[in-house]
């Protein structure tokens, strides 16, 4: 479940990502940063539905 755990945070840093790309008019990093943050917030979405949330023990 750690991999649910990484993808999240590479989705937020995407994010942040787009923010930041838009506020410096850097417009292929804007086109990385929101493909990036687009695929892992999927892959995020996909394993939690997929695998269940990870419950602490």
């Known amino acids: 479940m750690i991999l ?6 590479v989705a ?4 942040a990502a787009v923010f ?3 506020k410096k008019r850097n417009f292929l990093g804007f086109i990385f940063a ?3 943050a687009v695929v892992f917030g ?3 979405v ?3 539905i ?3 949330f990870p419950v602490a023990h």
């Open 4 to 9: 649910m755990v990484v993808f999240g945070l």
């Open 12 to 15: 937020i840093l995407g994010v």
């Open 20 to 22: 930041t790309s838009l």
């Open 34 to 36: 929101a493909g990036s």
């Open 42 to 44: 999927w892959f995020t």
């Open 46 to 48: 996909m394993t939690i």
């Open 50 to 52: 997929n695998s269940g």
